[in-house]
């Protein structure tokens, strides 16, 4: 979470829980972060505190893990698998 934003995973869960269980209400460990301005690597705090190098050492790790599970799913595409089991 801390890679892609508390504050981000904080907004995907206030609209996601009341949909998986009963509650309606971000976790409070996840709230008080948010309250904290914490953001994850984007600014050193989060569930974790990095330093700058830290951060951007993982940052940098997460955007070529990216890249490279695009190229993977584009060597995959859809109508591939399909026709895979179709024939």
């Known amino acids: 979470m801390d890679l892609t934003g508390v504050d981000a995973y904080g907004a995907v869960m206030k609209e996601l ?3 998986l269980n009963n509650s309606t209400e971000v976790p409070k460990l996840m709230k008080e972060l948010m309250e904290a301005g914490s953001k994850g690597v984007a600014n050193q705090k989060g569930f ?5 190098e830290e951060a951007r050492m993982w ?4 955007a070529a893990f990216s890249y490279e599970i695009r190229e993977l799913a584009l060597k995959y ?3 591939v698998v399909k026709s895979k089991l179709e024939s």
């Open 59 to 62: 940052e940098e790790t997460f």
């Open 48 to 52: 974790y505190n990095y330093t700058p």
């Open 77 to 79: 595409p859809v109508d």
């Open 17 to 19: 829980f009341p949909t």
